[in-house]
């Protein structure tokens, strides 16, 4: 007998932890995402089915991205990690190959893109969706049916709103905005993106920069320049008042202080753009 109450103890020791190595404590599957628009795609395919965890913390924009020691320890210990690639998360690159084979690992893009914003295209969010509902169902194919539901209703939503954009007549205007992010969706909308900035929004822009914007503002007949509420409206309210023109807020969805959902950040994109483009 004492023998017994002694094995019993290991034997809850051993079930807790192989437990704790697929699943956390709300029984689901743990998923992490490396920035905040694949969080958001995740949540929305995985819906309350499987807990999803974005590496970075709220707010913060993923261009200067590091995770720390801690981030890479919490991510060995998922079910599977999904990251972006294509130059806006290089960081999973490195550490993909120190993770344990448990942690089944999803790279939306395997190129190297020249503009890592691949999300805020309509066609290349329905292709992520997919690719994600794909990776969910490979770990929990018990609920396969269920992503694929949840994905297949959100892209019908998004369908609609993407008409929306197509019919706002939109093609053949240029749009002047400070962090050159939307070079995707502006190719499926025939607009030209002029970015003060650049794709990495990092660098501050040079007074002879500033200039040429101000200068090309002013010959196009635009009248707004657009910013990432995020980075704030410094820059762009300078150039607009040199250009004598308005400056309003575009979300590049890489992250969102207020959790709100991909396609409630493209309705809001839609109508700013309406005020500033037409
Ligand atoms: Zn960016």
Redesign the pocket.
Known sequence: MKKLLCIIPIMIVLLLSSCADKTNNSGKATVYTSFYAVSDFTKTVAGDLVDVINLMPQGM?P?DFEPTATDISKLTKSDLFIYNGGG?DDWADSIIDTLPDTVAVTRLYDTENTD??TWLSFKNAYAELNTICNALSDIEPQNKAVFEANRDSYIKKLEELENEYKNAGFGGLKMFVT?G?YGYLCEELGIEQVALEG???ESDPSPAQVAQVVDDIKKSGAKCIFYEPLEGDKTAQAVANEAGVIALPLS?F?ADDENRDYYTVMSENLEQMKKGLK
Do not use: C, D, R
Request: hydrophobic share 25%; glycine share 8%.
């Open positions: 924009e261009h806006i890592p914003h962090h992010a794709i990495s929004g590049t890489e």
